[in-house]
Antibody, heavy 114, light 111 residues
Framework: EVQLVQSGAEVKKPGESLRISCKGS????????ISWVRQMPGKGLEWMGR????????NYNPSFQGHVTISADKSISTAYLQWSSLKASDSAMYYC???????WGQGTLVTVSS | DIVMTQTPLSLSVTPGQPASISCKSS???????????LYWYLQKPGQPPQLLIY???NRFSGVADRFSGSGSGTDFTLKISRVEADDVGVYYC?????????FGQGTKLEI
């Protein structure tokens, strides 16, 4: 069974860096694109970008490009979403998903507060 | 970006009654391969979204046949023939014909 397991909740200060992870199991990691979606508190879903784990080719939503980096390490079946300098407005739930397999991770809650 | 517009934004339904949610896209979601890249998700409270309908009208595995998707081009509808208590949550449409993928604002269904 295809599964995506995300890393745990994070509490950070503005300006700090952060990397959250999404580990795939139950399938060949390289065959499915993995997307990341943001959900701000009480709000809807926003697609941030995606990565092809076979070659780490990425597509970004222009709204997020330059502020986040999506990467993957196929040797450990893990995708990442990272920030070099967090803002309070980055506080949200972040989901990884495989649209082609209809699988979502459980979500990682990121809280950025001074 | 393709704009996805859902109506209504909230819906209160009596169990056993039908419900319908509309989703309109700013561009056609019909691909040259003949598929329409429109998806419906349900996000139950405290959970990640779950896929209900893919490619316009195909029910995902395990989804009750009370759920159906229809439409064409830029106008789409999710119908629930008989609402049950477990159907509460927020329903989203999403397009994947063009990057960036975009979602509707969500429709909150209450019983």
């Amino acid at each position: 069974e295809v599964q995506l397991v995300q890393s745990g909740a994070e509490v950070k200060k503005p300006g700090e860096s952060l990397r959250i992870s999404c580990k795939g199991s139950g399938y060949t990691f390289s065959i499915y694109w993995i997307s990341w979606v943001r959900q701000m508190p009480g709000k809807g879903l926003e697609w941030m970008g995606r990565i092809d784990p076979s070659d780490s080719y990425t597509n970004y939503n222009p709204s997020f490009q330059g502020h986040v980096t999506i990467s993957a390490d196929k040797s450990i079946s893990t995708a990442y979403l990272q920030w070099s300098s967090l803002k309070a407005s980055d506080s949200a739930m972040y989901y990884c998903l495989i649209p082609a397999a209809a699988r979502w991770g459980q979500g990682t809650l990121v809280t950025v507060s001074s | 970006d393709i704009v996805m517009t859902q109506t209504p934004l909230s819906l209160s339904v009596t169990p056993g009654q039908p419900a319908s949610i509309s989703c309109k896209s700013s561009q056609s979601l019909l691909h040259s391969d003949g598929k329409t890249y429109l998806y419906w998700y349900l996000q139950k409270p405290g959970q990640p979204p779950q896929l209900l309908i893919y490619e316009l009208s195909n029910r995902f595995s395990g989804v009750a046949d009370r759920f159906s998707g229809s439409g064409s081009g830029t106008d789409f509808t999710l119908k629930i023939s008989r609402v049950e208590a477990d159907d509460v949550g927020v329903y989203y449409c999403m397009q994947s014909i063009q990057l960036p993928y975009t979602f509707g604002q969500g429709t909150k269904l209450e019983i």
